[in-house]
């Protein structure tokens, strides 16, 4: 981006209408992943200046045992729904869970799950760091994934979305091929880095189910009937969209929610229109058309 | 700019947690939990009955459902006294008509100003569980230690006076506690608080105390009150949590736990008890359920522990 400019420059303006129609593999119109955020917060951080963690003091016993739910209860209610209904994850990582519980990380990777980077913890903020230290965070997500799971990871969704100017700089060079952090488009779009190539992934924040939850309040069943108008307008336009289910399993893992969720999933298994997939897999499926457009 | 080095330290960045509070244990890996009846989900009511002083206290913090306006504050002081008054009855006589006994968690200042709510409570086969001093009896770790366990003390002393019974389960205001909470409990004689809800089924800390989680999420005050959501989609989601749990304890063997969490000014007025009186009565209609009370639940997991 460009630091300090009024527009920070992230990629050029291309309006909907109009653009060439494409297919995902198969002839899909539109391409659905689902991306679990395995994370991990801290009972007890150190403060960042620039960004307040707990809203009370340690320990926010509601706020960090409402977390916990997940690596305790939630991830495997929400896990076998999705693997029955032939849902793949592409996880949203707080990587220092490969060190906490590598039961939750072993046990998403053999249901055959992608890995990116959500940073160290959920509740260590990029505000405020230096190169150095920002490199440092990506160098640690490569390394601690790669040694937990084989995978390399590809793409990135800042730490409880906190970027600072070079983040998407970084990952770029770094190799990764997709940012999860911009949220302008329901198409993949080049995003400007000053090295290598990046695409924005369009992810969610919408029908993101902690804003489902917690910002539009809704109950288990409008979210549900929520997610099936999603999809349906996207499956409906002009092919070549995405459509991304991002996910917190202590919210949609909880008892009363995990059913009216799971009629989302039977809904779109049963439409010939779903690509169901992951990130990478979108990212390598549209630089491929990129390519044959050429 | 850059942050502090001691930021990128991880220094508990290891198995397990990052304290050495409990455990990790996923429960699908636990040993099933059976309840003694055989039946799959022990729906277990929680009743917070509470006297809010109209002089409230923000020391450590100011509990929710306080007063609100400037001094006085008659309209929130009144309304949660309807719960008490009024709304508090109207749920006793509905648990009686399904034969439900259930947890309250009570404010110690109820059973010095109200003596004669503690004795129906009792009278009707319902736990009492110490639910702090009054609603200005609030914990977190700003407060002094010294201070929490007076209150802590206080709390359950004057409970016991009260009933005859020392509260064996005990309920932190807003489920707030501080890093002292959990053996300052312990050094009281309690079995178990409700606070932490990182579980779906009871679970030992370290040091002995158990935890048998309250859902706060499918509690009247989360979903009427903060989602604003109608009674009749509470009630519905009540439904669908014990499906999915129903089926999950076939599944999987063993039970698992409904805990509902109540405040007699939300769910107890006019308009809502007939949608939570039906309520009641699919869920006593249900042959895999176990009214139960957290003492209930708690015994049950002892026993399991041998």
Known sequence: MREGSPDPELYEFQRYRGRKPFAWPGGKKVAVWISPNLEYYEIDPPANPHRKSWAKPHPDVVGYSHRDHANRVGHWRMADVMSKHGFPGSVSLSVALCQHHPDVVADANARGWEFFSHGIYNTRYSYGMDERQERAIIEDSIRTVREATGQAIRGWLAPALTHTPRTLDLIAEYGMDYTCDLYHDDQPFPVKVSKGRLISMPYSLEVNDHYGFFIYNMSPREYAQTLIRQYERLAAEESGTVMCIPLHSYLIGQPHRIGPFEEVLRHIAADDRAWITRAGDIADAWYAVQEDAR | ?306
Request: glycine share 8%; with cysteine; net charge negative.
């Open chain 2, 1 to 306: 700019m850059s942050l502090d080095p001691t930021y990128l330290e991880y220094g508990k960045r290891g198995l397990g947690y990052d304290h050495a509070l409990y455990p990790y244990a996923p429960l699908p890996k636990r040993a099933p939990l059976a309840w003694p009846g055989g039946q799959r989900v022990a729906v277990w009511f929680t009743v917070s009955l509470e006297w809010f002083p109209i002089t409230p206290s923000d020391t450590p913090f100011r509990a929710p459902g306080h007063m609100q306006t400037a001094y006085p504050d008659y309209r929130h002081y009144t309304s949660r006294e309807y719960g008490t008054r009024v709304g508090f009855y109207r749920l006793l006589d509905a648990f009686a008509k399904v034969g439900a006994r259930v947890s309250v968690a009570v404010n110690a200042a109820i059973a010095t100003r109200y003596p004669q709510i503690i004795a129906d409570i009792v009278d009707a086969g319902h736990e009492i569980i110490a639910h702090s001093t009054d609603m200005n009896g609030t914990i977190a770790s700003t407060l002094p230690v010294e201070q929490e366990r007076a209150l802590i003390a206080q709390s359950l002393a004057t409970l016991e006076a009260a009933t005859g019974q020392r509260p064996r389960g005990w309920h932190s205001i807003a489920r707030s506690q501080s890093f002292a909470t959990l053996d300052l409990l312990k050094e009281a004689g309690v079995d178990y608080c409700v606070d932490w809800v990182n579980d779906e089924m009871p679970f030992a800390f370290n040091n002995g105390l158990v935890n048998i989680p309250l859902n706060h999420e499918l509690s009247d005050r989360q979903i009427i009150n903060v989602q604003q959501q109608s009674v009749d989609s509470y009630a519905q989601q009540v439904l669908d949590a014990h499906d999915w749990l129903s089926a999950e304890a076939q599944a999987q063997g063993g039970g698992r736990m409904l805990p509902l969490h109540l405040t007699p000014y939300i769910i107890g007025l006019p308009y809502r008890m007939d949608a939570f009186e039906g309520l009641l009565v699919d869920l006593a209609a249900r042959p895999d359920t176990w009214f139960a009370r957290g003492g209930d639940i708690f015994d049950a997991f002892a026993a399991n522990q041998g």
